[in-house]
């Protein structure tokens, strides 16, 4: 029986970053019996190995697929489906973060496969929602214009289930010779540290890490803090030719971007919200999920960091920025409010 490995993220574990690398050393994963399927622009999408090849954004060469499910068109799933699974090689790779909170997408792709005779490992890296919730909020501010606090974008997501890793997981209804594999995405659980390392070890492919080509440029980095809150600034100013701009900008890295979002985000509010909504979930998680990991690994499913106080907005950072958005050619701008609005919620 085929194998097909379905890497659903989870968003913001790097998966921008594994899927450039897969796309990148097609040719060596081919040779080894591993088909990354790339070219899907006989179905009106995207050649996903160019577009890692020119240091592009996108999400997974399951993107199209998505797509088309979301747009109940099942035939075009199926004949993408079709193509990506018509192959001599023994295994395929499938990847995106966009499939994992859509349990009936899942089911699909994965009814598609054992119908050509395929089993489904479904690879997930998850993030402790401390640590998720953080990111997630600062992806939403960037993405989809969120403005208020983080448990209020927590609340409006709860429909979603955001976050509720392990009833999501059981909602795909995943069963034998079908399964899930979980890890958890912090440097100390992965194979040497390194997320490409532990996702060849769980193909069970034999390549070396330091072999790969890898993106030369950093990919779908964080915002730095202060222009985060600039940005969420400028969504609840309904400033939108200032977004647009923000969200284009080429941003200075910060080192320590992470951490000082998390610190400055993660209030006690914050920290009680992720105690009562997900630690529940997490012990099932732990039972059904992670019993052949390490117990180190298990426990840190099980408490929380401490809340933090403290960080504050970088004056010279929030300058930086708020000189940028000044430069804005008026003839692109086509402002809705001025910038002192910005500075009146900053």
């Known amino acids: ?43 009106g999408s995207y050649n996903f190995q160019h577009l ?27 004949r993408m489906m079709d193509y990506a699974l018509q192959t001599k090689e023994e295994n395929v790779v499938l990847s995106s973060e966009l499939l994992f909170y859509y349990n009936w997408v899942v089911q699909e792709i994965v009814q598609r496969a054992n119908d050509q005779n395929f089993r489904v490992d479904i690879v997930v890296y998850l993030a402790r929602q401390d640590r998720a919730v953080i990111a997630g909020y600062q992806q939403s501010i960037r993405n989809h214009g969120a403005q208020g606090s983080v448990v209020q974008f927590l609340e409006e997501q709860r429909a979603q289930a955001l976050f509720e890793y392990a009833a999501v997981i059981g909602s795909y209804g995943i069963a034998s010779p079908n399964r899930v594999i979980v890890r958890t995405f912090e440097p100390q659980f992965l194979q040497d540290g390194n997320i ?65 979002l998390e610190a400055y985000y993660f209030h006690q509010d914050v920290r009680d919200y992720v105690l009562t909504h997900y630690m529940a979930g997490n012990r099932d998680l732990i039972a059904n999920h992670l019993q052949d990991r390490p117990a180190a690994e ?45 500075h009146s919620v900053l």
């Open 1 to 43: 029986m085929k194998r097909l490995i379905l890497h659903l993220g989870h968003a913001k574990t790097a998966t921008t970053y594994l899927q450039s690398v897969l796309h990148l050393n097609e040719e060596a994963f081919l040779k080894r019996g591993f088909w990354i399927p790339s070219n899907f622009e006989v179905f």
């Open 52 to 78: 890692a090849a020119t240091g592009q954004i996108f999400s997974g060469n399951l993107q199209s697929v998505f797509e088309a499910a979301l747009n109940h068109d099942g035939e075009q799933v199926g």
């Open 196 to 260: 490409c390392a532990d996702f060849l070890n769980l193909l069970q492919c034999p390549m070396d890490p330091a072999a790969l080509r890898y993106p030369l440029d950093d990919l779908n980095t964080r915002l730095p803090l202060e222009w985060c809150e600039t940005l969420r600034a400028c969504n609840a100013a309904g400033d939108a030719a200032r977004v647009e701009w923000l969200r284009a900008a080429n941003q200075p890295l910060d080192p320590s971007g992470r951490e000082r």
């Open 298 to 342: 298990r426990q840190y499913w099980t408490h929380l960091d401490p809340a933090r106080t403290g960080v504050q907005l970088d004056p010279r950072s929030l300058a930086d920025c708020l000189a940028y958005l000044d430069k804005m050619p008026a003839a692109r701008a086509g402002l809705t409010e001025p910038l002192r609005l910005v």
